[in-house]
């Protein structure tokens, strides 16, 4: 018999909890392209009030992933693989202009901070690989990974942050064809049948931070292009 993935929350519930809950119900097809839905039905499967239901609802009308069609009526979104291909390229364009403006906008501060988280997750991933050498593919390595992944999330947000304009990082905001959330799942999931892919990306953040240390808005511009369409198509195809 199948279980609701919609069942009620476990914990005190927030807004974050019931927008997490209903991306993973959309993206595992619990809620179907073109559903219609309401607050209070979605509240009712959750197990909480309206309340954060509909500040949850708000976030993902505004990511373009549930639509009002009326005062009170909305559906899921019915994205064709053609519109998702469209929105990942939409993000991979945004993604390398921000990079090349951030090679030209950053502060020396900025950079620095760059340099930091960079080297924080060089140093994690030297102990992730150590552990794997004495311990072999087996070793337990999931929460140190996590851990990467929040630092390079990190550094890219820090990239779009070197540009200084808020309108440009809305509109990459809304472009995203996963939410960091999504990405992390999704991610934790490839990372061991794809090792050598996920391992080639991670040095490409090298790359991509000498050409801004460099200030070199071109080789930036076509480094972030090449790194974000890559892992978006990966992410899209799993």
């Not at 291909?85 to 403006?101: D, K, Q």
Request: hydrophobic share 45%; net charge negative.
């Amino acid at each position: 018999m199948k279980t609701d993935a919609l069942g009620p929350m476990e914990t005190m519930s927030l807004a974050d909890q019931a927008y997490r809950r209903l991306r993973d119900a959309i993206r595992d097809g619990a809620l179907r392209p073109g559903e219609k839905i309401t607050e209070r039905d979605l509240a009712a499967r959750l197990g909480v009030s309206p309340t954060p239901v509909r500040e949850a609802l708000r976030q993902l009308v505004h990511e373009k992933v549930v639509e009002r069609v009326g005062p009170r009526a909305l559906r899921i979104a019915d994205h064709s693989s053609a519109a998702r291909s469209e929105i990942v390229e939409a993000e991979v364009r945004l993604s390398a202009l921000m990079a090349r403006l951030a090679a030209r906008n950053a502060t020396a501060e900025q950079l620095t901070v760059l340099v930091s988280l960079l080297g924080e997750a060089d140093q994690i991933v030297a102990g992730i690989e150590k552990t794997v050498a004495e311990q072999g593919p087996e070793a337990d390595v999931a929460d140190r990974l996590a851990a990467v992944f929040h630092k390079l999330r990190l550094f890219h947000h820090q990239v779009e942050a070197c540009v200084g304009n808020p309108v440009l990082e809305g509109l990459l905001h809304q472009a995203r064809a996963f939410s960091d959330e999504e990405r992390l799942e999704l991610t934790m999931n490839l990372a061991p049948e794809r090792t050598e892919a996920f391992r080639a990306r991670y040095h490409e953040h090298r790359q991509l931070l000498d050409a801004l240390l460099e200030r070199d808005e071109d080789r930036v511009e076509e480094l972030a292009a090449r790194h974000h369409r890559a892992a978006l198509v990966q992410l899209s195809s799993s």
